[in-house]
C-alpha cells in the first residue's frame, strides 16, 4: 500500500533557489521575453503573437549584457546556457528581421 502524498501545506516551504537556479532563471524569462517579441511564441495574457522587432533587438542586447558583465563568473553550464540562448535569439532576430518589408 503507498503512502499518502502530503498536502501542500504539510510538505513546508519550497526549497530555496540557489544563484544557479535564479541565473538561468533570468535568462529563460529575457529568452521567453524576445520569443514572444518575434512573434514566436503567443503573449500567455492574450494568447495572440505579435512581432515586435525593435523590443526584441532590447532583450537580445540585454542578455549580451549581462553576458559581457558576468564574464569570468559563470560556471560552464551556465556560460554555455547563455550563448546557446543567445545564438538562438540571434538567428531567429535575423529571420524574422528578413520578413520586413522593404519600405
Not at 529575457?30 to 522587432?53: I, W
Not at 549584457?65 to 538567428?91: C, Q, S, W
Amino acid at each position: 500500500m503507498s503512502e499518502p502524498t502530503p498536502k501542500p501545506e504539510e510538505s513546508g516551504p519550497p526549497p530555496a533557489l540557489t544563484p544557479r537556479d535564479l541565473f538561468l532563471g533570468l535568462v529563460q524569462s529575457f529568452q521567453l521575453a524576445a520569443m514572444q517579441q518575434l512573434g514566436l511564441v503567443p503573449d500567455p495574457s492574450t494568447d495572440a503573437t505579435a512581432r515586435d522587432l525593435p523590443q526584441a533587438k532590447l532583450s537580445i542586447d540585454m542578455l549580451e549584457m549581462l553576458k559581457a558583465r558576468t564574464e569570468g563568473n559563470l560556471t560552464m553550464e551556465e556560460g554555455r546556457f547563455l550563448d546557446h540562448v543567445l545564438t538562438e535569439l540571434r538567428l531567429h532576430y535575423v529571420t524574422e528581421a528578413s520578413k520586413e518589408p522593404k519600405g
